[in-house]
């Protein structure tokens, strides 16, 4: 019997990888190529990451050592990397895990035997995460060299990971010589993933990494929602809204809400952050609840370290949620919270170390309250506020100078009704016996700092709002976890299961006629505001109050009060799985029937594939140290005074070092907008190197393309004809199309 139980659990876990396969195999991936990355992914994060956990806090069960091990695999896999790669032996990386599982299996704590009872709802769980990324996500962004409009912070990623693939500590490849202020921490473990298992670095970025990330999901998710409850069926469900439902509150078609979560191509490191964020529940709940050990502290250390050079967002929110769980500790144990506050140290610690190197694209930014409102639906249209991002004082300038507050405040209350899915974690803290709980304050306090930082601050590209999606993932588990704690084991009685039931039922409801009775919501002015926007939210949470009514009435009428507010939070929270089921399956109808989708041809981040074949035949050739100088600054890719000058493709694809390119995220270009213009819009920090740039391809010299090559390394001229004339004394290419030519300098 236990043979054949472990040969169905080896068939369950097989159609994992399997599924993956197949998917991306539709996409052009060969399928020994997405063997190997996998099998890459298995043996430098999750295996060592599991063995670590499980050495390091004693494990709890199979599912907490996999979804947190998940996590802290990363942070080992980073560590392995910078070694390896600084020695010179980048491919043989995975010689560290063999030596990792030589040490620690011996060390590994045994205990009894753990049930894996849930295993065939985690597998449906994985699978379906990688059916919906595949589906929403991968298929419609296709590999290079096809011809297609990218975001261009894909192509800006894409160069840090060409970068890592060489350096421990990256060069800014857009501008030669200068130091690199950013957080790539993602983009190093990406760089490791490709170098071992030989797997190019677009098809890492684009496709293979978001495919793991979305699996690590449900595994953390789960994890999280199980150590957090002490109730093992709160996993499963956990991981399922973490991994394929953790989309935001979505009653009617218009406008439309951003359903992806926190899994974003051009934004990976706001991907990983959201899973750090859902690693971090396993050492600092066990830290909370005193039930840590030095091994925990060790794992915690590791996840900070790898937060820190991740996204700036997740240090600030970690160590609010530590402030106010410590203070937590204190009414409830009535004792100095020491260990919080050595958490939240160490957080602030980091933090300030990580500022001067690891922190980059935040120039310009400012605290301003209510600037995230600029890009809701029908700010612009009410306010006329077309200002760039960070302009303005204290409030953004369009309710300040109108003095629409009342506007503004409905606005706010549509962000949070779309964030209910995750605020509703702050239920958590007002009820027994979640409310004793120091752990439930601090991950509450992190789900509620993520959406209120994001309305207080202000970044030159938006960029605020990663601060919700840091905590994107997390709240729904939290949702989860706290109503598994209240229920507790009366789940398994009928007068508890049933109420529940019809309470997820009545919310499904409620969002389903919703979007067929309102499907539309258009607002052009301030007074019409409250009723169209907030009107589908008003009709919910009266719904929710009925509901209850209902069930404390004729389902449960002996049931005690706060139980009542865990079914009302569940009509509420329900109601976001219509819009999420549906999204998906429309995803999905779309792969099977293999709908054409828009290349973005006409859009001003449309390359061709001439331009993407150039690079990738400079990838091939040009040497590790090369330098290159070209005409390429801006898309649409003609240089002009002020045009957008985020052209990052030249060096994303080829890899090879820029005298200068797009300069859009530079440091010193984000400071100088001085919240009064557009970072994409500015001159470069270094104007005589767009001077040299232009003229080395339109009127070369023989004295200045001996300067650049003596005294700045150039190697490689590359010539764009969509972005200016090129001179024929450059003589004759090393490499030409219709769109490119590119000459090796002698």
Same mark, same amino acid.
């Given at each position: 019997m236990t043979i054949v139980r472990a040969v169905r659990q080896l068939v369950l876990w097989a159609a994992v990888p399997l599924v993956v396969i197949l998917l991306l195999s539709n996409i052009g991936h060969p399928a020994a190529a997405t063997g190997r990355y996998l099998a890459t992914w298995c043996v430098l994060v999750l295996l060592p990451g599991t063995l670590l956990w499980r050495t390091l806090t004693g494990g709890r069960s199979w599912a907490q050592d996999l979804g947190f091990g998940s996590v802290l695999g990363l942070a080992w896999a980073l560590g392995v990397w910078?070694?390896?790669?600084?020695?010179?032996?980048?491919?043989?990386?995975?010689? @560290?895990?063999?030596?990792? $599982? *030589?040490?620690? !299996?011996? *060390?590994? #704590?045994?205990?009894?035997?753990?049930? !894996?009872? +849930? %295993?065939?709802?985690?597998?449906?769980?994985?699978?379906? @995460?990688? /059916?919906? $990324?595949? /589906?929403?996500?991968? #298929?419609?962004?296709?590999?290079?060299?096809?011809?297609?409009?990218?975001?261009?912070? $894909? =192509?800006?990623?894409?160069? %840090?990971?060409?970068?890592?693939?060489?350096? $421990?500590? &990256?060069?800014?490849?857009?501008? @030669?010589?200068? &130091?690199? !202020?950013?957080? +790539?921490?993602?983009?190093? *473990?990406?760089?490791?993933?490709?170098?071992?298992?030989? /797997?190019?670095?677009?098809?890492?970025?684009?496709?293979?990494? &978001?495919?793991?990330?979305? %699996?690590?999901?449900? *595994?953390?998710? +789960?994890?999280?929602?199980?150590?957090?409850?002490?109730?093992? =069926?709160?996993? &499963?469900? @956990?991981?399922?809204?973490?991994? /394929?439902?953790?989309?935001?509150?979505?009653?009617?078609?218009?406008?439309?809400?951003?359903?992806?979560g926190a899994l974003s191509i051009q934004g990976p490191t706001g991907t990983l952050a959201a899973v750090i964020m859902l690693g971090l529940v396993g050492p600092t709940v066990l830290i909370l609840r005193r039930q840590a050990g030095t091994g925990t502290w060790i794992a915690l250390v590791m996840l900070l370290a790898l937060s820190c050079g991740t996204k700036p967002t997740l240090l600030p929110i970690m160590g609010v949620g530590c402030a106010v769980a410590g203070i937590a500790c204190w009414l409830v144990q009535r004792r100095f919270p020491l260990r919080v506050v050595v958490v939240g140290l160490l957080c602030g610690g980091l933090f300030l170390a990580a500022t001067s190197t690891l922190t980059g694209s935040t120039g310009g930014s400012r605290v301003q309250f209510l600037a995230a409102l600029k890009v809701l639906p029908y700010y612009g249209v009410v306010t006329g506020d077309r200002s760039f991002p960070t302009y303005g004082g204290l409030v953004v300038p369009g309710i300040a100078d109108g003095g629409l507050w009342y506007f503004a405040a409905v606005l706010v209350v549509w962000y949070c009704v779309l964030s209910l899915p995750r605020l509703l974690a702050v239920v958590g803290i007002m009820l027994h016996p979640t409310r004793r709980d120091p752990a439930y304050w601090w991950a509450a306090t992190c789900v509620a700092t993520g959406a209120a930082i994001t309305l207080v601050f202000s970044h030159t590209g938006y960029s605020e709002y990663h601060f919700l999606r840091t905590v994107i993932h997390l709240g729904p588990v939290v949702v989860v976890a706290f109503v598994a704690r209240v229920l507790g084991e009366e789940i398994r009685h009928r007068r508890v299961w049933v109420p529940l039931a019809c309470s997820l039922a009545g919310g499904i409801a409620t969002a389903v006629v919703l979007k067929q009775v309102w499907p539309t919501v258009v607002v052009s002015n301030q007074k019409e505001a409250a009723l169209d926007l907030l009107g589908p939210a008003v009709v919910l949470v009266v719904a929710a109050g009925v509901g209850v009514l209902l069930i404390r009435r004729f389902v449960a009428p002996r049931h005690w009060p706060r139980a009542l507010v865990v079914y009302a939070t569940c009509i509420l929270a329900a109601s976001s799985l219509p819009a999420q089921t549906t999204y998906l399956a429309v995803a999905s109808y779309g792969a099977v029937i293999d709908r054409p989708f828009s290349t973005g041809q006409g859009t001003r981040v449309y390359l061709t594939q001439a331009e993407q074949e150039a690079m990738l035949w400079l990838h091939d050739h040009a040497g590790p140290e090369d330098v290159a100088v070209s005409n390429v600054f801006c898309m649409p890719t003609r240089y002009r005074p002020g045009c957008p000058n985020d052209a990052y493709w030249v060096s994303g694809l080829s890899g090879v070092q820029q005298y200068l390119g797009g300069w859009a995220y530079a440091p010193q270009n984000l400071a100088a907008t001085e919240h009064t213009r557009s970072y994409l819009s500015l001159p470069p920090p270094w104007p005589d190197r767009l001077a040299d740039s232009l003229a080395v391809v339109e009127r070369p010299t023989p004295a200045l393309l001996a300067r650049l090559r003596d005294q700045h390394g150039v190697d490689w001229i590359i010539a764009d004809l969509r972005a200016g004339p090129v001179s024929p004394r450059l003589g004759v290419p090393a490499y030409e199309n219709g769109d490119v030519k590119i000459f090796r300098l002698q």
């Open positions: 910078a070694v390896f790669t600084g020695i010179g032996y980048p491919r043989q990386q995975w010689i @560290a895990t063999v030596g990792l $599982v *030589l040490a620690l !299996i011996p *060390l590994v #704590r045994r205990r009894s035997p753990d049930p !894996i009872r +849930w %295993l065939p709802v985690m597998v449906v769980g994985l699978v379906l @995460a990688a /059916v919906r $990324v595949f /589906v929403e996500l991968l #298929r419609l962004t296709p590999l290079p060299p096809v011809a297609f409009g990218r975001h261009q912070d $894909v =192509w800006f990623q894409l160069g %840090l990971v060409q970068a890592l693939d060489r350096h $421990v500590v &990256p060069p800014d490849l857009t501008a @030669a010589d200068e &130091p690199l !202020i950013y957080h +790539w921490f993602t983009n190093a *473990l990406m760089a490791a993933h490709s170098q071992v298992s030989g /797997v190019g670095a677009p098809e890492v970025l684009l496709h293979q990494w &978001p495919m793991t990330m979305a %699996l690590t999901f449900v *595994l953390a998710g +789960w994890a999280a929602g199980e150590l957090l409850s002490g109730v093992r =069926w709160a996993g &499963p469900v @956990a991981g399922l809204v973490s991994g /394929v439902f953790s989309g935001g509150l979505r009653l009617t078609d218009e406008p439309g809400v951003d359903m992806a």
